[in-house]
């Protein structure tokens, strides 16, 4: 499928995704959808990185936070509409992404995922002691009571994240296809022989990192405004950075497809468990499920997909067989 | 016995390293090796296990830092440049053992250099079909034509070889330095491989040649270099150097 192909179909799904949401009476529904679509923008942020290019990031939550604090100081301060604070955290976050590269990405393997959870740390400590966005007492976000266009503030807010998670799709798979992800894949496979090849290393991943923390970046941007109420605690919470590592995983890291499927099954997985059990089960579960596939299925559901598909499926007469069976980015 | 280039035909050189040093910690690895190979050139570069013979290579391509000397390359500086940009100015390198990007299919392994090195180095630029084309032809020179749509893990050990090597030529260097690229191969393959590696040469690719088996570095080189214990101790017409009472001496003990 090309890449135009693909963005009209992503966009046909999100705006199916919104044309649903009004049919919808229940508003819960559309606060767990929402909560759902977050993960989505989060697991394929974190893939870029953490699938593309093999640095495993825990540091998630600092990303989120910088989204969401910026936003709700920016909104405070000078009153902006969402829809400009969520490029803002973008570029912010963008930047953080390029510097943590920096100073990090020359680590490899653990040390860099101890670098990341560090920068969380950081981040924590800093917002916890920054009193103008309420410090560790948090602060309350007013919702305006009309949204643009949309008649509830909520329907607004589920608009917002569809559009960002549908373009976090396509930023992740266009990159997949591009020379640039090509290049991700080799230093992922080998940083020496991709060196040796004229891959340029340390620059590919530095674009990475900031592509991936711009994205969770502006997910982070419209969260004060779903919560309404935000504090460091609950914003630095575990659960974001393990769902946005175990998302992938679970679903696969080799294709755009995998966080999507892995968001969208924990992601729905944690609401419904919420409701029905206890909001403290839920990463629990995530847990539990986590071994379970590293141990099971270690390539997630695609590989575990391509395994039982084997490799005979013709793309030209099967396109989307031959999307979740091909063999290109399957690992050894 | 030792030819040391002289400054009138420098200039002629592919490349000229000189008084390459490299220590880890307190260990000198490299001590003050020179290393000059000409244009079109086969060179051999043979050593004890240990002498500094991947060192040198790591230092030439720029994987490893030198702590001295300076290296120039095609009548260009080349110690303040990273190992990809040495890679598209034409200095290229097969590893001792391969190593492929296994998640790529062999066509897409050889994508990587064509579109990062070949494409990048300005002048030419290949199009999508001309890249496809470029890999799946050296993909058949290299007699893996059959394979092209197979991951690296399918291949067999000389199969695996022959990648390493096409991907370093897709680089489309001027120079190859080949380290050990025929360990570990039955006698048959070594010639298999060893016909490549001529062929290569035939069309103007100066090579270095690291190797352990003197069967292969003496039909192969025209020129052969001996490193022991990180100093260059021989340097010569391979006949000569053989005879020479030091090299007997290190590879037999004195």
């Known amino acids: 499928m090309s890449n135009g192909r693909f963005i009209l179909l992503a966009c046909l799904v999100g705006v199916a995704l919104v044309g649903a949401s009004t049919f919808v009476t229940n508003e819960y529904y559309v606060f767990a959808a929402y909560f759902v679509l977050q993960y989505v923008v989060l697991a394929t942020a974190w893939n870029i990185l953490g699938g593309y290019v093999g640095y495993v990031n825990f540091g998630t939550t600092a990303f989120l936070a910088i989204g969401l604090y910026s936003a709700a100081a920016l909104n405070k301060w000078l009153d902006l509409p969402i829809p400009v604070l969520i490029p803002i955290a973008g570029v912010l976050c963008g930047a953080v992404g390029l510097a943590m590269g920096y100073l990090t990405i ?41 949204a643009p266009v949309f008649g509830s503030y909520v329907a607004y807010l589920f608009f917002l994240m569809t559009v960002l998670a549908v373009a976090s799709v396509i930023v992740a798979r266009v990159i997949e296809r591009s020379t640039f992800g090509f290049g991700l894949a080799a230093i992922r ?88 059990i206890s909001s403290s089960v839920n990463l629990l579960v995530v847990g539990v499920l986590l071994v379970i596939f590293v141990i099971a299925a270690p390539n997630g559901i695609l590989g575990l997909i391509r395994s039982l598909g084997g490799k005979k499926v013709d793309p030209e007469t099967n396109p989307l067989a031959a999307m979740l069976v091909t063999e290109k980015r399957s690992s050894p | 016995m030792t030819t040391e280039a002289s400054p009138a035909v420098a200039n002629d050189l592919i490349l000229d390293a000189r008084g390459i040093t490299k220590r880890f910690g307190g260990f000198v690895a490299l001590n003050n090796v020179d290393l000059a190979v000409r244009p079109g050139e086969r060179l051999g570069l043979i050593g004890p296990n240990g002498s500094g013979k991947s060192t040198l290579t790591n230092c030439l391509c720029g994987a490893l830092k030198t702590d001295g000397g300076s290296i120039s390359f095609a009548g260009r500086a080349i110690d303040s440049l990273s190992s990809y940009q040495r890679a598209r100015l034409g200095l290229g390198r097969s590893f001792q053992l391969p190593r492929p990007f296994h998640s790529l299919s062999l066509l897409d392994n050889l994508r990587i250099p ?114 022991v214990a990180g100093e260059k101790i021989a340097d010569g017409a391979p006949k000569d150097v053989i005879a020479d009472e030091r090299v007997i001496g290190a590879y037999l003990g004195q």
């Open chain 1, 189 to 276: 496979d080998d940083e020496t022989a991709a060196a040796a090849s004229g891959v340029p290393v340390l620059r590919l991943k530095l674009v990475a990192a900031a592509i991936s923390g711009a994205l969770m970046g502006m997910a982070g941007a419209p969260l004060p405004f779903y919560l309404t109420y935000v504090e460091p605690t609950s914003s630095f919470s575990l659960a974001y950075t393990v769902n946005s590592v175990a998302m992938p995983l679970v679903g696969g890291t080799t294709s755009w497809l995998g966080p999507v499927i892995g968001a969208v099954l924990l992601g729905t997985m944690q609401q419904a468990m919420t409701v029905l």
């Open chain 2, 114 to 227: 064509l579109v990062y090195a070949v494409n990048a180095r300005g002048g030419t630029h290949l199009t999508e079909p001309q890249i496809r084309a470029r890999s799946t032809e050296l993909l058949g020179e290299f007699g893996l034509g059959g394979k092209l749509h197979r991951l690296p893990g399918d291949l067999t050990q000389v199969e695996m070889r022959k990648l390493e090597l096409a991907r370093a030529m897709a680089t489309d260097p001027t120079l190859l330095v080949s380290d050990e690229a025929l360990a570990g191969l039955s006698h048959s393959e070594v010639d298999e491989i060893l016909a490549l590696l001529l062929a290569l040469n035939k069309r103007g690719v100066a090579v270095i040649f690291i190797e352990h088996i003197m069967r292969a570095v003496m039909a192969f080189s025209e020129r052969l270099v001996v490193l």
């Open chain 1, 106 to 146: 020359r680590l490899r393997g653990v040390y860099f995922t101890i670098a990341t959870l560090a920068l969380s740390v950081v981040v924590q400590t800093f917002i916890t002691n920054w009193d103008y966005v309420g410090g560790s007492r948090g602060i309350y976000i007013m919702r305006p009571t009309d």
